[in-house]
């Protein structure tokens, strides 16, 4: 079976924080993709990231960063310097060739950035 | 390049009426995917449509059904509509099935 679990509901900081959001999966496929979509209040899924299994790279991207450990089954995502425009649902996704590639979401955490 | 558009962008239904909901895949996309995500919760795999043929199935029941047409674009059917279904649709189109999706705004069903 297929699951993503994103074990923080709610997360607050104040501007300029750093924050890491977790998210760890869990899959018998050997290639796999994971995913970090936002979801603003506006209700888009907005794509952040998509990393294969075979690629444990670190990724930065501006303010935001991913670290990806296989070792433990988790793929967390870290913003630096915390803006307002931040704020949003963040979820965490994962597909394998086993269930079609169909996501597999995680329930989300909400980021309050408060100014 | 259009993304992906959906509509209509809300909805309001009764229960045991039938609804369809629309979605125009992005260019060169040939594969569409149905998402239903209740409130505080994340989207749920509804079904997935590859060149006009449905391509895995989530747990759903029958009386969600779809279609793919030949320019790519999708329907999401629910009939017999009942209370639970009140949610935000979310269709969804890639270029293949390992290939990242791009999500629409999303259709708001509220059924009362």
């Known amino acids: 079976a297929q699951k993503v679990t994103q074990a923080q509901t709610e997360i607050s900081v104040v501007e300029k924080e750093d924050v890491t959001l977790d998210c760890v999966y869990e899959t018998r496929d050997t290639t796999y993709y994971l995913f970090w979509y936002k979801q603003p209040p506006s209700g888009e899924l907005v794509f952040l990231i998509r990393?294969?299994?075979?690629?444990?790279q670190n990724e930065i991207s501006g303010r935001y960063s991913w670290n990806f450990q296989k070792s433990t089954s988790s793929f967390n995502f870290t913003i630096t310097a915390s803006q307002v425009v931040d704020s949003a649902v963040y979820f965490c996704a994962l597909s394998a060739l086993s269930g079609t590639y169909k996501y597999i979401f995680g329930t989300g955490t909400r980021l309050k950035v408060l100014a | 390049e259009t993304g992906v558009t959906q509509s209509p962008t809300h909805l309001i239904k009764t229960r045991g009426q039938q609804v369809t909901l629309r979605c125009s895949s992005q260019?060169?996309?040939?594969?569409v995917s149905w998402y239903q995500q209740a409130l505080g919760q994340g989207p749920q795999f509804i079904f997935q449509?590859?060149?006009?043929?449905?391509?895995g199935r989530g747990n759903f029941p029958p009386r969600f059904s779809g279609l793919q047409f030949p320019n790519y674009s999708s329907e999401l059917n629910v009939n017999a509509l009942e209370l639970d279904d009140s949610a935000l649709y979310l269709c969804?189109?890639?270029?293949?099935?390992?290939?990242?999706?791009?999500f629409g705004d999303g259709t708001r069903l509220s059924i009362l």
């Open positions: 990393r294969n299994s075979f690629d444990e």
């Open positions: 969804a189109s890639s270029s293949g099935g390992n290939q990242p999706q791009h």
């Open positions: 260019s060169g996309h040939n594969t």
């Open positions: 449509y590859y060149r006009e043929e449905e391509n």
